[in-house]
T-cell receptor
Framework: NAGVMQNPRHLVRRRGQEARLRCSPM?????VYWYRQLPEEGLKFMVY????????ESGMPKERFSAEFPKEGPSILRIQQVVRGDSAAYFC?????????????FGEGSRLTVL | KNEVEQSPQNLTAQEGEFITINCSYS?????LHWLQQHPGGGIVSLFM???GKKKHGRLIATINIQEKHSSLHITASHPRDSAVYIC???????????????FGKGTKLSVKP
């Protein structure tokens, strides 16, 4: 079974461009979580999605960031008009159940560098 | 004060040593996770605990809910154990989102041959 697949692994963008990060959960998993790890800082929760629904986006910055998990295809984290402060590693995780009953499986992360 | 505190921040050990990493938290939780992150690499979930103790190979994780404390032990440490170990808690009664984990800052472990 393939694990959680994230792409691209590395992405370089200039200020003002858009970044799209993709996450394919493990087969059969319908819960997807996105986390951000800023340089020299700990991980922070961003958003929790189930198929076609955003369940909790309390960790998402109010502007420029959006996430979706369509019925078909991967979950996408979209960052519009990127700024240098968006440079970070973005991790996706999936679970079969909610995390207090189901184990989390993480991807390798997507490392965004904004020039 | 952070809601999840790990100690030590950095740990250097000789191969073969017994290692303990501690995690204290200040909120009620429904579960606690131990994660491993290699430099520049992805994150691997080691354990998810809500009570007691779990063992996997040379790794042991314990949790004391009353004390709000968890420990990760590595027996017979090896250089390949060198990584950052992260404690994360799933807050209780948050209100629906089970993925809204609170993470510690991590413990950087270096095991020398």
């Amino acid at each position: 079974n393939a694990g959680v697949m994230q792409n691209p692994r590395h992405l370089v963008r200039r200020r003002g461009q858009e970044a799209r990060l993709r996450c394919s959960p493990m087969k059969g998993h319908s819960h997807v979580y996105w986390y951000r790890q800023l340089p020299e800082e700990g991980l922070k929760f961003m958003v929790y999605l189930q198929k076609e629904n955003i369940i909790d986006e309390s960790g998402m910055p109010k502007e420029r960031f959006s996430a979706e998990f369509p019925k078909e295809g991967p979950s996408i984290l979209r960052i519009q008009q990127v700024v240098r402060g968006d440079s970070a590693a973005y991790f996706c995780a999936s679970s079969l159940f909610n995390t207090n009953t189901g184990e989390l499986f993480f991807g390798e992360g997507s490392r965004l560098t904004v020039l | 004060k952070n809601e999840v505190e790990q100690s030590p921040q950095n740990l250097t050990a000789q191969e073969g040593e017994f290692i303990t990493i501690n995690c204290s938290y200040s909120v009620g939780i429904s579960a606690l996770h131990w994660l491993q992150q290699h430099p520049g690499g992805g994150i691997v979930s080691l354990f998810m605990l809500s009570s007691g103790k779990k063992k996997h190979g040379r790794l042991i994780a314990t949790i004391n809910i009353q004390e709000k404390h968890s420990s990760l032990h590595i027996t017979a440490s090896h250089p390949r154990d060198s990584a950052v170990y992260i404690c994360a808690v799933d807050p209780k009664g948050y209100g629906g989102s089970q993925g809204n984990l609170i993470f510690g800052k991590g413990t950087k472990l270096s095991v020398k041959p």
